[in-house]
């Protein structure tokens, strides 16, 4: 089985979470988690991080369109450092990854569009706000995955 990776999209009313699939071919979303405070956010995350067995987090780190650090990037900081703290006495230990998310919402919209797109004739509805930051949790952790994958060019 390969290493599961949990990706966490924390925004200031809810957070996204993604996870890898068991082979570790993709990122599914797994779940919003509505905030309460900090301590009951980091509860939560770390008993998913238990259940699942999970050996990497990935955080999203919004980093203003010019690359620059702003307070919602801070915020994202502070929140990973926390996560690292709850996390220290893990065995093994549980590297947490910040990752530039910049777009990862807007991708995240245009994939629900197709998603609605592709079910309006089946009566399916479809709520932005209980899916919108999982599915941008997924979409940063395939960002984090493909960062790690080899890609091999062909021989000339």
Do not use: C, W
């Not at 009313?13 to 993709?26: H, K, N, Y």
């Not at 980091?42 to 369109?65: D, W």
């Not at 530039?100 to 998603?115: C, I, V």
């Amino acid at each position: 089985m390969n290493a599961r990776i949990l990706a966490i999209d924390p925004g200031k009313r809810r957070i996204g979470i993604a996870i890898t699939s068991e082979a570790g071919l993709g990122a599914m979303p797994l779940f919003t988690l509505t905030r309460t405070n900090e301590r009951a956010d980091l509860k939560a995350i770390l008993r998913f991080v238990r259940q699942h067995r999970i050996e990497q987090l990935v955080v999203g780190y919004p980093l203003n369109m010019d690359g620059t650090v702003g307070p919602q990037a801070e915020k994202a900081e502070r929140f990973a450092e926390s996560l690292r703290e709850a996390l220290r006495d893990a065995e093994p230990a549980i590297p947490v990854h910040l990752l530039d998310e910049r777009l990862t919402t807007h991708e995240a919209h245009e994939r629900l569009n197709e998603f609605e797109r592709r079910v309006a004739g089946r009566n399916a509805r479809v709520t932005r706000d209980e899916f919108i930051d999982q599915v941008a949790a997924a979409v940063l952790l395939e960002s984090f995955l493909s960062r790690e994958q080899v890609v091999l060019l062909p021989e000339e």
